[in-house]
């Protein structure tokens, strides 16, 4: 009975607990900032390959996704953009049919077809 858990020492306990698990998130996270620092003095320095630019690019983005696992964040959710936008609705709430729908103005043909009556005479 020499063990007795109090509440201070649980708190303390806790204490500890999250110093180490900070400890264990700063060090990768902030080894990942500074290669990215080195990544932008690399870059600044001018005289770099396209090709060395290219995967300078792909590690940044390498390092920025560690940064956003080391946080643990979630992954954004990827764009599908294989799905078809949205038709807009009417903003009355409510889409109009087609027999509620404004007639169509008619073309030349329609309206050279249309007979007139022939005018009264006096």
Do not use: C, Y
């Amino acid at each position: 009975m020499g063990d007795v858990i109090t509440e201070q020492n649980a708190t303390e306990r806790q204490a500890k607990q999250v110093e180490h698990r900070r400890e264990l998130t700063t060090v990768p996270f902030e080894t990942a900032v500074h290669l990215q620092h080195v990544i932008v003095k690399v870059i600044d320095n001018g005289d770099v390959a396209p090709s060395a630019l290219a995967q300078l690019a792909r590690a940044w983005s390498e390092l920025e996704d560690r940064k956003r696992i080391i946080k643990m964040k979630p992954a954004p959710k990827p764009i599908d953009v294989t799905v078809k936008p949205r038709k807009q609705q009417a903003s009355s709430g409510f889409s109009e049919s087609p027999a509620q729908a404004k007639p169509k103005r008619a073309s030349k043909v329609q309206a050279d077809q249309i007979e007139t009556p022939p005018r009264a005479t006096e």
